[in-house]
């Protein structure tokens, strides 16, 4: 299969007003990220390089997101803002594709990361130069669920790399990791969904692949 355009899966960890996972605030906030995961996926659904940076915040981690990431406020007290840390993301997407326009960020949901780096990019007074249109990963899995008769009430990254016989390259909840699983995820979901048709198969068994050829 050949895809259109490149892709960033990326992930993000960030801090939290949430001090513990027993305490959860009425309003939570995500403000600053503390950690950015990317992957590179050319357009023949191939991953081709990885990014993985750590990023000092404003504001301290609490011990929820120190105990949930393993990322503490010792860890990240010595690397670059997010200002920095932004300049060399750019610079390393663009030393494998032609400009910003060329390549579609992916991420699991869209509805946190590409908020809250759009957020920091605003923070800091920069330029966003991503494109306005971002892949959901989160959609193509209940995609590909769906398509193969599999449950879709249940779309977190662990259970899909479950799944898909995925097995992380180390803890969930750090951004390197959940970026390459996601982009694991997108590698398959893509490569079944173009290869034909699911039909149904035995009663609660996913279904049958079944490749129409001329």
Same mark, same amino acid.
Request: net charge negative.
């Given at each position: 299969?050949?895809?259109?355009? /490149?892709?960033?899966?990326?992930?993000?960890?960030?801090?939290?007003?949430?001090?513990? +996972?027993? &305490?959860?605030?009425?309003?939570?906030? #995500? #403000?600053?990220i503390?950690?950015?995961?990317?992957?590179?996926?050319?357009?023949? =659904?191939?991953?081709?390089?990885?990014?993985?940076?750590?990023? +000092?915040?404003?504001? *301290?981690?609490?011990?929820?997101?120190? /105990?949930?990431?393993?990322?503490? #406020?010792?860890?990240?007290?010595?690397?670059?803002?997010?200002?920095?840390?932004?300049?060399?993301?750019?610079?390393w997407?663009?030393?494998?594709?032609?400009?910003?326009?060329?390549?579609? @960020?992916?991420?699991?949901? #869209?509805?946190?990361?590409?908020?809250? =780096?759009?957020?920091?990019?605003?923070?800091?007074?920069?330029?966003?130069?991503?494109?306005g249109? !971002?892949?959901?990963?989160?959609? %193509?899995?209940?995609?590909?669920?769906? =398509?193969?008769?599999?449950?879709?009430?249940?779309l977190?990254? /662990?259970?899909? !790399?479950?799944?898909?016989?995925? *097995?992380?390259?180390?803890?969930?909840?750090r951004?390197?990791?959940?970026?390459?699983?996601?982009a694991?995820? %997108?590698?398959?979901? @893509?490569?079944? @969904?173009?290869s034909?048709?699911?039909?149904?198969?035995? &009663?609660?068994?996913?279904?049958?692949? =079944?490749?129409?050829?001329?």
């Open positions: 299969m050949k895809i259109s355009t /490149e892709l960033i899966v990326f992930d993000l960890e960030s801090t939290s007003n949430q001090e513990t +996972k027993y &305490e959860k605030p009425k309003v939570q906030t #995500n #403000n600053f503390i950690e950015i995961g990317a992957v590179l996926i050319n357009k023949n =659904l191939e991953i081709v390089d990885e990014f993985q940076h750590f990023v +000092k915040p404003e504001e *301290s981690i609490t011990p929820f997101i120190e /105990e949930l990431t393993g990322i503490s #406020n010792d860890l990240v007290h010595k690397e670059p803002t997010w200002e920095q840390v932004a300049s060399k993301f750019e610079q997407a663009l030393s494998h594709t032609k400009n910003f326009k060329s390549v579609r @960020l992916c991420a699991w949901g #869209n509805y946190f990361d590409i908020p809250l =780096l759009r957020k920091c990019y605003s923070h800091y007074g920069m330029y966003y130069p991503w494109s249109t !971002a892949l959901d990963c989160k959609t %193509i899995a209940f995609l590909w669920c769906a =398509l193969s008769g599999r449950r879709t009430d249940k977190s990254v /662990e259970h899909l !790399a479950s799944l898909m016989n995925i *097995s992380p390259e180390g803890n969930y909840h951004a390197i990791v959940d970026a390459q699983v996601q694991k995820i %997108i590698q398959k979901a @893509l490569k079944d @969904l173009s034909g048709y699911f039909l149904p198969n035995t &009663e609660n068994k996913p279904y049958d692949l =079944l490749k129409i050829c001329k």
